[in-house]
């Protein structure tokens, strides 16, 4: 059975950083797009950012410039850069990936991680 499972959440301070990191594990033949969403309390989920197995970004306007998003294919994870964070960036973030594993291509979801920019 193939799952994500997130780390690296927490508490930081306005302006500060974190690195989320999400890791696939078990049989998997292959992995497509791989993408952070968050979600925060009374909100719906939204993407923040997505990367192609190429390489290819995409990022939602409000972190641009402060987020970056990259992948290490070998070790099937990716990563989520998280700089001059602000309090709206409170929530819930889950990682999202399309994977081929032994059942057909099709969208597995993290647990989710917390992380809270409060002063």
């Known amino acids: 059975q193939a799952q994500l499972v997130e780390s690296g959440g927490g508490l930081v301070q306005p302006g500060g950083s974190l690195r989320l990191s999400c890791a696939a594990s078990g049989t998997i033949f292959s992995i497509y797009a791989m993408a952070w969403h968050r979600q925060a309390p009374g909100k719906q989920r939204e993407l923040v950012a997505s990367i192609t197995n190429g390489g290819s970004t995409n990022y939602q306007n409000s972190v641009k410039g402060r987020f970056t998003i990259s992948r290490d294919n070998a070790k099937n994870t990716v990563y989520l850069q998280m700089n001059s964070l602000k309090p709206e960036d409170t929530a819930v973030y889950y990682c999202?990936?399309?994977?081929?594993?032994?059942?057909?291509?099709?969208?597995?979801w993290g647990q989710g991680t917390q992380v809270t920019v409060s002063s």
């Open positions: 999202n990936a399309q994977m081929a594993t032994t059942t057909p291509l099709r969208s597995y």
